[in-house]
């Protein structure tokens, strides 16, 4: 079992940047891929960008290309996302996840609130 927990959400003005973090605790060793997704008011949640544990290969939802970036410290079991020239229709509680290989991600955090006013 893998446990997840985030931090760094907060309330940010439209333009700005905040970074979330994730730390991984538990058996990490089985850890394939890391991610975030997030979940907006009246909406599903939505994928936003992922990192492969061992190689670094990332993958991210068009909307936040070229403004997020998703990294891993391996050695302290953290994934981070750097999150740049937000705007307003980023808001939403965002969520680590991870999965082990041929799995849909089954580990989640427990969400951290990102706000960004106009």
């Known amino acids: 079992q893998v446990q997840l927990v985030e931090s760094g959400g907060g309330l940010v003005q439209a333009g700005g940047s905040l970074r979330l973090s994730c730390a991984a605790s538990?058996?990490?060793?089985?850890?394939?891929?890391m991610g975030w997704f997030r979940q907006a008011p009246g909406k599903e949640r939505e994928f936003v960008a992922s990192i492969t544990w061992s190689g670094g290969s990332t993958y991210y939802t068009d909307s936040v290309k070229g403004r997020f970036t998703i990294s891993r410290d391996n050695a302290k079991n953290t994934v981070f996302l750097q999150m740049n020239n937000l705007k307003p229709e980023d808001t939403a509680v965002y969520y680590c996840?991870?999965?082990?290989?041929?799995?849909?991600?089954?580990?989640w955090g427990q969400g951290t609130q990102v706000t960004v006013s106009s």
């Open positions: 996840a991870g999965k082990v290989a041929g799995r849909d991600f089954h580990w």
């Open positions: 538990g058996r990490t060793s089985s850890i394939y891929v």
